[in-house]
């Protein structure tokens, strides 16, 4: 079966600091890969998107990059984390054939301090 | 005008009660149309989903889209405190999948 791995649980940064957080996925080939961040009161925006190795789409301008390295790994990262960068990120796949069945990581509580 | 527009209430019913959620939508590219179940500091998980006008049920779970409206709901009846939490509806074209804001909801014992 799949599974999707995300980490850290939760991350306290200070302002300024770098990020890395990375998702996995396992049990599949090709996922279609999403990044999205929770900050309360307003919802689920999706930052990124992959369909395929080096292919990353934005949906919005930030302080934040993407990159997947492998087939089954995405990486969302900042060279300088930003206050308003605390959020609840998200890390999601789907089969691309099947854009309904998308599944959900755990999710990164991260603070920025 | 935002894609997906959810009230994020929050909405409290006392427990049997049947409850109602709704999201409007403004891209007719939309095709497929879920909602998610997100109980606190945990990642959404897909209850239902749909890519055709008219009504889906699944148990004590209805999902209704209207695309004429470009209006989406989600029933539940008969809800129980453990249906506590917050429900987000989403709709996607190809690609992307855009969430609405989600919708707390409390089922008062």
């Known amino acids: 079966s799949q599974t999707i791995h995300q980490w850290p649980a939760t991350l306290v940064q200070p302002v300024g600091s770098p990020l890395s957080l990375e998702c996995t996925v396992e049990?599949?080939?090709?996922?279609?890969l999403y990044w999205y961040r929770q900050a309360a009161g307003r919802g689920l925006q999706l930052l990124f998107y992959?369909?395929?190795?080096?292919?990353i789409s934005s949906e919005v301008p930030q302080n934040l990059s993407a990159s997947r390295p492998q087939d089954r790994q995405f990486i969302l990262s900042s060279k300088k984390l930003l206050l308003s960068d605390s959020g609840f990120y998200l890390c999601a796949w789907n089969s691309g054939q099947a854009l309904t069945t998308t599944f959900f990581g755990q999710g990164t509580r991260l603070t920025v301090v | 005008q935002k894609e997906v527009e959810q009230d994020p209430g929050p909405l409290s019913v006392p427990e049997g009660a049947i409850v109602s959620l709704n999201c409007t939508y403004s891209n007719s590219a939309f095709q497929y149309f879920m909602w998610y179940r997100q109980y606190s500091r945990k990642g959404p998980e897909l209850l239902m989903y749909t890519y055709s006008s008219g009504n889906k049920e699944d148990g004590r779970f209805t999902a209704q889209v209207d695309k004429s409206s470009k209006y989406i709901s989600l029933f539940i009846r008969d809800s129980q405190p453990s249906d506590s939490a917050t429900y987000l509806c989403?709709?996607?074209?190809?690609?992307?999948?855009?969430f609405g804001k989600g919708t707390r909801l409390h089922i008062l014992p």
């Open positions: 992959s369909v395929g190795i080096g292919q």
């Open positions: 989403a709709m996607s074209d190809r690609d992307k999948i855009i």
């Open positions: 049990g599949t080939s090709n996922p279609n």
